[in-house]
């Protein structure tokens, strides 16, 4: 990519990020029982009613994330299937509120980037695969999710790189299988996932 062009493209990433960080992000907060839940070990994990933006410098990031699990549809899905393209991974579960307001846009993102080669990945870190195939029917989701609840290893090879902490916490993948940037909570809109994914697709 010529010089200019990057630089357009840091400094429109810049002003889309700084904009959801000025904006409003009181989402739903954490209940007293999701709280305890996620204490006591429930794989569901909490919501957080914090939306927070972290891009990773390119020398700064970790190992790549290599992991194996089973879609919704039964179908195996690992690592390699991304090996040297851009993808988008998203921690969810079917009774996560901010789950369900953010599918919509995820969903948008995935529409308008596919042309680029990039993947999309939900991992279900709670229900089972008929709950996930229902949410999907309900809200047009048309890629795919790893149904995580049995054993949480898809969770547990990408929190050994990066904190997965929220749920939703949604991470954008380099063509290096790294994580360059992290998404905590409730994605304020299409636009912000949008532009780091295009971040990532343009690195060279």
């Known amino acids: 990519m010529r010089k200019g062009h990057r630089h357009r493209a840091r400094v429109g990433l810049g002003l ?10 009181t989402g739903c907060a954490a209940s007293d029982d999701l709280t305890s839940q996620y204490r006591s070990g429930d794989n569901k994990g909490y919501i957080s009613g914090d939306f927070r933006v972290q891009e990773i410098p390119a020398a700064e990031r970790g190992a790549p994330v290599t992991f194996a699990g089973t879609t919704e549809r039964g179908k195996p899905v690992s690592s390699d299937d991304y090996d040297g393209r851009v993808y988008v991974v998203n921690f969810w579960y079917a009774a996560c509120g901010p789950c369900r307001v953010e599918a919509p846009m995820l969903e948008s993102v995935w529409q308008k980037h596919k042309p680029d080669g990039i993947g999309f990945l939900g991992v279900n870190t709670y229900d089972q695969a008929a709950t996930a195939l229902s949410f999907a029917k309900d809200y047009g989701i048309t890629y795919p999710s790893v149904i995580d609840v049995n054993d949480g290893a ?3 090879a990408f929190a050994a790189v990066t904190p997965i902490q929220a749920t939703p916490t949604t991470l954008v993948i380099d063509k290096k299988g790294r994580v360059a940037a992290r998404i905590i909570g409730q994605l304020q809109s299409a636009s912000i996932l949008s532009a780091l994914v295009r971040a990532a697709v343009e690195e060279s």
């Open 16 to 25: 889309v990020l700084a904009a959801a960080l000025l904006a409003l992000t």
């Open 154 to 156: 898809v969770k547990l």
